[in-house]
């Protein structure tokens, strides 16, 4: 059902920001956008549109089109949808069968955020009898899907594929015989797969990394069996890893590079256990190393946030600090309401936070500290991040997803 909040004579011009993938481009949570209210109430958005089912994906953009998932609580059926980016018409829907299954309280079973290029989407969810990567195209139409086996584990899925160039990665990482694995993206076919431990499964989305001084590609990821590591992107070899016991315990937010440092975190029952600061080896065949680690108020869902030459993290708990990145220095701690698993991002210069609960909050934030600037509420449980174009910021929600335009 699509809710018009405002005239739809103007339709949003997107240019050509594209929030293809979860925290958008590079996976870095930020990118040029125009100018926000601090806050706002639903009768500022653009559009609003109920979901046929629920999830806590988020949206991805490419161009004038959104791209979002959800499921049904109690057939498991899973939808992909294609609306206007600008009116929140819906261009297409595609509805899959599948089953429900046990899983965390706080999971769903339209978890995984898609990725999208000029061509194809490409979305991931699981069951516990198979781990289901479908390519579909901008029309709508089904190009490929591909089933790599059981995914065993308690809490559900939560990891999300990444495009890059020709080629689409995703993890299969759970209790048993895990990997991850590379395909050709129009074909679908297995160029590589690395074998992976199996353990407390991850749900952490890989990173594309342009190794400096010409050593490539590598696709960057964490687990609890192997703390941090990189694959060459064209070969599928094990560059590097720093090797179990650098994370304790389940990995759910995603690595991030920034100062030449990524950044990984673990955790358990809503509380995050350790940051690590991985330093990439410096050469072909060289090491990683762990620079430094943090242990107190760090992350376990929500993803680091890089803001130039510092780190802002967010707990699960609403605990706010800022570091500095190169030395992990802790500049200052803040308490803030609510509990979080969306990842903050950067919104027109402000730090965006949204919390479990639904509440949107803009913060001014630098090395001595952070300012509320604006608090706005989406009225629904959110654990989803936004997808922001230059003209617009997309929130979705449990069931629901709105347009907020730029002033």
């Known amino acids: 059902m699509l809710v018009l909040i405002q005239s739809l004579a103007f339709p949003l011009l997107l240019h050509s920001e594209n929030w293809n993938r979860f925290r958008g481009p590079d996976g870095a949570g930020s990118a040029s956008s125009g100018s926000f209210p601090d806050a706002w109430t639903a009768k500022d958005f653009k559009w609003s549109v109920k979901l046929p089912g629920v999830g806590h994906s988020s949206p991805v ?19 992909v949808l294609c609306l206007e980016a600008g009116t ?22 339209a978890s995984s955020t898609p990725t999208v290029d000029g061509e194809f ?23 490929w899907r591909k089933n790599f086996g059981k995914f065993q584990t308690e809490h559900g899925n939560g990891f999300s594929p990444v495009i890059e160039g020709d080629r689409v990665v995703v993890t299969h990482d ?3 015989e895990s990997s ?29 990394y342009h190794a400096p001084n010409g050593r490539g590609l590598q696709f960057v990821s964490n687990s609890k069996s192997h703390g941090c590591y990189g694959v060459d992107a064209l070969s599928g070899k094990l560059l590097w890893e720093t090797g179990p016991g650098t994370l304790d315990l389940r990995s759910v937010s995603s690595p991030v590079l920034s100062e030449g440092l990524f950044f990984a975190s673990c955790g358990a029952g809503s509380r995050g256990s350790r940051l690590v600061a991985i330093r990439p080896p410096a050469k072909k065949g060289g090491k990683a190393e762990v620079a430094y680690v943090l242990e107190k108020n760090v992350p376990y869902v929500p993803t680091p946030l890089p803001i130039g030459k510092t780190m802002f993290l967010l707990s699960d708990g609403g605990i706010a600090s800022c570091i500095e990145t190169s030395s992990g220095k802790v500049l200052w701690r803040e308490r803030m309401e609510g509990n979080y698993f969306a990842s903050p991002i950067l919104l027109d210069g402000k730090v965006c936070a949204i919390s479990r609960e639904g ?7 630098d090395p001595n500290g952070m300012k509320t600037l604006g608090t706005s509420k989406l009225g629904e449980l959110t654990y989803n991040t936004p997808a922001v174009s230059r003209d617009a910021v997309f929130f979705r929600t449990y069931s629901s997803l709105h347009c907020l335009s730029a002033r």
Do not use: M
């Open 61 to 79: 953009l490419w161009e004038e089109k959104i791209f979002t998932t959800c499921a049904s609580e109690s057939t498991g059926e899973q939808f």
């Open 359 to 365: 509440e949107v909050r803009l913060l001014s934030v």
């Open 174 to 176: 759970h209790e048993i």
């Open 88 to 109: 929140g018409k819906e261009l297409w829907r595609k509805s899959f069968p599948s089953k429900v299954y046990p899983h965390h309280k706080f999971n769903s079973f």
């Open 121 to 143: 989407l490409f979305v991931s969810w699981t069951t516990k009898e198979s781990n289901d990567l479908l390519c579909i195209d901008h029309r709508g139409e089904l190009v």
């Open 180 to 208: 991850i694995l590379c395909l050709d993206r129009r074909t679908g076919r297995t160029l590589w797969k690395v074998p992976r431990t199996g353990s407390k499964p991850s749900a952490s989305t890989p990173l594309a």
